[in-house]
């Protein structure tokens, strides 16, 4: 019965998406995408296009991001821009991050970074955090910006209140060692936790240093060890050596 139900429900989906209803356009495309395979991608295609033909930022940035992997399409790159260029114009902020991505590394003449860096802005006034990290490497580089250790960490903040475990863990070294910013060891390893939940091997490293050293925690050799050996599962070379110079 359940599978009647929904077998009813596919066609009459499917009748609305011939007849050009664009949520039923979307809704397919999407079903076929989430199966993550080479026959979802292909059938996904021809309903992104005609979502795409009616302006759908989704289905357009959805279209950049098969031309770009090869998914159902072959790559293409050009095209890739194309779409993702028309998904950002409409305020698409994966497509404004993804188009700045491309533009950013062109080669020669044909590369854009101040076009990449307004691109990455608008996409992280919209609470992009890949857009945001962006941004705070681009500062800690001086790559399209002149280089600014402040501006880095702000972004690199920013980045780290959305969840970005990197720059959770690049906050927490910035505050550490005192790059842009008064050091302040407690707020470094406040941000080193944070970096540690998703598992970032040099965030539980550099708890590691923290505890052993005292910084900004009490000075815990054993809490040190199983930070280090945390981090040395993941193949931290520096923490395998820490932990076999550390003794009860």
């Known amino acids: 019965m359940k599978r009647l139900a929904r077998t009813r429900k596919y066609k009459q989906l499917l009748a609305l998406a011939g007849n050009g209803n664009l949520h039923a356009q979307c809704y397919l495309a999407d079903l076929y995408l989430e199966r993550e395979t080479k026959e979802g991608n292909r059938a996904a295609v021809p309903w992104l296009r005609k979502a795409a ?15 770009q992997e090869g998914l159902g399409v072959p790559k293409d790159k050009q095209r890739a821009a194309h779409y993702y260029e028309r998904s950002a114009a409409k305020g698409y902020d ?29 996409a992280a006034r919209q609470g ?5 990290f962006n941004l705070g490497l681009y500062y800690e580089l001086g790559r399209g910006v ?3 250790n402040r501006q880095s960490l702000r972004w690199y903040l920013k980045a780290a209140e959305l969840g970005h475990a990197e720059s959770q863990r690049i906050a927490g070294y910035c505050y550490h ?15 080193y936790r944070k970096a540690t939940r998703a598992g970032d091997a040099h965030a539980q490293y550099n708890l590691g240093l923290c505890y052993l050293e005292g910084d900004g925690v009490p000075r815990n050799r054993r809490l040190a060890r199983d930070w280090f050996g945390k981090a040395a599962q993941q193949g931290h070379r520096k923490a395998r050596e820490r932990l076999s110079d550390i003794r009860d």
């Open 128 to 132: 992009n955090k890949n857009a945001c």
């Open 177 to 191: 060692e005192g790059v842009g910013v008064r050091r302040n060891t407690k707020t470094a390893v406040h941000w």
């Open 53 to 67: 033909k009616q302006g759908d930022p989704w289905a357009l940035y959805q279209l950049g991001y098969a031309y």
């Open 146 to 148: 002149r280089q600014n």
């Open 94 to 122: 994966s497509a404004q991050l993804n188009l700045g991505i491309i533009l950013a590394n062109r080669r020669g003449r044909n590369r854009n970074l101040k076009e990449a860096i307004r691109l990455y802005r608008l």
